[in-house]
């Protein structure tokens, strides 16, 4: 073989080499994106179901709200004709006092002792208020689900009272909380904010979430932090749970990464509420320690700038 042809022949391998690694770097660049938009449509997968809760949520606060409604009403009439019928009743006693002795007295005193009569008269009031407070409970709990999902608002952006929010949010995740935290709330003094509020709530309500979970056999405690930087409001969620691997930490955001167990999570309650908050141009930071717990912050401006409104030069 000449030279001519082995230099023929190296170029031509030195080619087909340079060919398969554009190949598989082209290759790799298509994995890559095929993985952006798979993770993307879970993305919007996710916030199709969360949008569905909220609008069944809301469907249903609304009819439990009617019945609500008139019991309420019918509860305060009834405490009304009860007052007006113990007054009846302090008359009838009175009268009884004036009565002669004989078998019709004998036959009121015997009735009054055997249906407990002054028991009834301390126990039925009672009651009225035990009542009247589960009802309001009830109530509150309607307005809190119709405040979280807020289906009837448009996806506008409104000034809100984040505290508000957040409140709402606890009253629906109580129960994943109730039996394993104690809730500390340490409220500063911040401002309303524009935002859009049922997609912020869906961030209060992952990251409320995740602390109950991150508590082991123990009671532990949440505490939730509000504050003020100049043009900015921060809420912390901490808890005192197991805290996060230093490992994990920069994973913690990707999407379907969880350290739950098989069947607990689906490891998109972080990425969809990283992706709310930078949509609201704020940003989310994690400090954790393991064995010592884990804090939150999520960092969002008091006004959302429009782009006509922006300084030449900046970017979100």
Same mark, same amino acid.
């Given at each position: 073989?000449?030279?001519?042809?082995? $230099?023929?022949?190296?170029?031509?391998?030195?080619?087909?080499?340079?060919?398969?690694?554009?190949?598989?770097?082209?290759?790799?660049?298509?994995?890559?994106?095929? @993985?952006?938009?798979?993770? %993307?449509?879970?993305?919007?997968?996710?916030?199709?179901?969360?949008?569905?809760?909220?609008?069944?949520?809301?469907?249903?606060?609304?009819? $439990?709200?009617?019945?609500? /409604?008139?019991?309420?009403?019918?509860?305060?009439?009834?405490?009304?004709?009860?007052?007006?019928?113990?007054?009846?009743?302090?008359?009838?006693?009175? @009268?009884?006092?004036?009565?002669?002795?004989?078998?019709?007295?004998?036959?009121?005193? @015997?009735?009054?002792?055997?249906?407990?009569?002054?028991?009834?008269?301390?126990?039925?009031?009672?009651?009225?208020? #035990?009542?009247?407070?589960?009802?309001?409970?009830?109530?509150?709990?309607?307005?809190?689900?119709?405040?979280?999902?807020?289906?009837?608002?448009?996806?506008?952006?409104?000034?809100?009272?984040?505290?508000?929010?957040?409140?709402?949010?606890?009253?629906?995740?109580?129960? #994943?909380?109730?039996?394993?935290?104690?809730?500390?709330?340490?409220?500063?003094?911040?401002?309303?904010?524009?935002?859009?509020?049922?997609?912020?709530?869906?961030?209060?309500?992952?990251?409320?979430?995740?602390? @109950?979970?991150?508590?082991?056999? #123990?009671? !532990? +405690?949440? %505490?939730?932090?509000? !504050?003020?930087?100049?043009?900015?409001?921060?809420?912390?969620?901490?808890?005192? /749970?197991? =805290?996060?691997?230093?490992?994990?930490?920069?994973?913690?955001?990707?999407?379907?990464? %969880? +350290?739950?167990?098989?069947?607990?999570?689906? =490891?998109? !309650?972080?990425?969809?509420?990283? =992706?709310?908050?930078?949509?609201?141009? !704020?940003?989310?930071?994690?400090?954790? #320690?393991?064995?010592?717990?884990?804090?939150?912050?999520?960092?969002?401006?008091?006004?959302?700038?429009?782009?006509?409104?922006?300084?030449?030069?900046? +970017?979100?």
């Amino acid at each position: 073989m000449t030279t001519q042809h082995i $230099i023929t022949a190296e170029a031509g391998t030195e080619l087909q080499n340079r060919q398969v690694q554009e190949l598989l770097k082209a290759n790799e660049g298509l994995k890559e994106l095929n @993985a952006r938009l798979s993770a %993307t449509q879970d993305k919007l997968v996710q916030s199709e179901k969360l949008a569905s809760i909220g609008q069944l949520a809301a469907g249903v606060a609304h009819e $439990i709200n009617n019945p609500i /409604g008139y019991i309420f009403s019918n509860f305060g009439t009834l405490e009304k004709y009860l007052a007006q019928l113990f007054q009846m009743l302090q008359a009838y006693e009175s @009268a009884e006092a004036s009565l002669p002795a004989g078998p019709q007295r004998d036959g009121l005193a @015997a009735l009054r002792n055997e249906i407990e009569l002054d028991y009834l008269k301390e126990d039925i009031p009672s009651l009225m208020n #035990e009542s009247r407070e589960g009802i309001s409970r009830v109530r509150k709990i309607v307005q809190d689900l119709k405040d979280f999902s807020r289906v009837d608002a448009s996806q506008e952006w409104v000034w809100t009272n984040l505290h508000r929010g957040i409140d709402s949010t606890l009253n629906i995740v109580n129960n #994943e909380i109730k039996y394993r935290a104690d809730v500390l709330k340490q409220y500063g003094d911040i401002p309303d904010i524009e935002c859009l509020p049922s997609e912020l709530n869906q961030v209060f309500l992952n990251l409320l979430v995740n602390a @109950a979970h991150a508590i082991a056999a #123990e009671r !532990g +405690t949440i %505490t939730i932090r509000t !504050g003020q930087i100049e043009h900015h409001v921060w809420v912390e969620v901490s808890d005192n /749970g197991s =805290g996060i691997a230093k490992e994990n930490i920069g994973r913690i955001f990707d999407p379907f990464f %969880t +350290t739950k167990p098989v069947g607990k999570g689906t =490891g998109l !309650g972080l990425s969809l509420s990283y =992706g709310i908050v930078k949509k609201h141009h !704020g940003h989310i930071d994690v400090n954790s #320690e393991p064995g010592c717990g884990t804090t939150f912050r999520v960092t969002l401006p008091v006004r959302q700038h429009k782009p006509e409104e922006a300084s030449p030069g900046t +970017t979100s």
